[in-house]
Every structure is written in structure tokens, then in C-alpha cells.
């Protein structure tokens, strides 16, 4: 049984800090991509970053400079440190594991998400 367990979120401030976390299991996480997508009132899904099983990281552009993704393969772990953060970056959070599609700017190609996290941001 696949899980993908999301923690961390809440309400902070413009220009806080916050970091969510996201623990797998029932993959093999060590040569999964994780990927991390938004979701905001009225507003599509957004890609936010993406971790490939050896490290490589592709960001947003909304997000680029300012978020930072990272795994612990060990823990089977995959972490969204997000700084400076912004009232426009008020969403659902999810993470996702990728399945056999290779363009991770799309929700397609991710077989398997977490439960999704309120970040909210005020001014």
C-alpha cells in the first residue's frame, strides 16, 4: 500500500518561513522522482518543484529562488523549504510520486499524492 504522509503548513506571515515534509512508503522512494504541485481558490494546479532520485531539482517559476527541494532517501522523506514567503503563495500543498512519465511539470506524470496541506500566507 502506497502513502504518501504530508506534514507541516499553517498560517504564517509575508516573509516567514515554513517547511513541509512529505514521508513515503510502499515505493521504491530511493529511484522515485517526488514532486511538489499548488493548489489555490479559482486557480489551476501548479507545479511547484521537483527532486529526481539523484538530486537533480527543477522549480516553478514562481517559486525559483525561494523554495528549496530536498529528500533524505534514507528516511524516505522528501522536504519543500519555502522562505520569503509571499501572500500569493496562499495553497493546498501536495506531494506527489512520479510514475512513468518524464515531464514533471505536469500532474500527469505523478501516480501517487499526499493527502495535500493548508499554507496560508497573510499580509
Known amino acids: 500500500q502506497v502513502q504518501l504522509v504530508q506534514s507541516g503548513g499553517g498560517l504564517v506571515q509575508a516573509g516567514d518561513s515554513l517547511r513541509l515534509s512529505c514521508a513515503a512508503s510502499?515505493?521504491?522512494?530511493?529511484?522515485?522522482?517526488m514532486g511538489w504541485f499548488r493548489h489555490a481558490p479559482g486557480k489551476e494546479r501548479e507545479f511547484v518543484a521537483v527532486i529526481a532520485w539523484i538530486g537533480l531539482t527543477m522549480y516553478g517559476d514562481a517559486v525559483r529562488d525561494r523554495f528549496i527541494v530536498s529528500r533524505v532517501n534514507a528516511k524516505s522523506t522528501v522536504y519543500l523549504q519555502m522562505y520569503n514567503l509571499k501572500p500569493e503563495d496562499t495553497a493546498v500543498y501536495s506531494c506527489a510520486a512520479a510514475g512513468s512519465g518524464r515531464n514533471y511539470y505536469y500532474a500527469s506524470s505523478y501516480d501517487y499524492w499526499g493527502q495535500g496541506t493548508q499554507v496560508t500566507v497573510s499580509s
Open positions: 510502499g515505493i521504491p522512494f530511493n529511484t522515485t522522482a
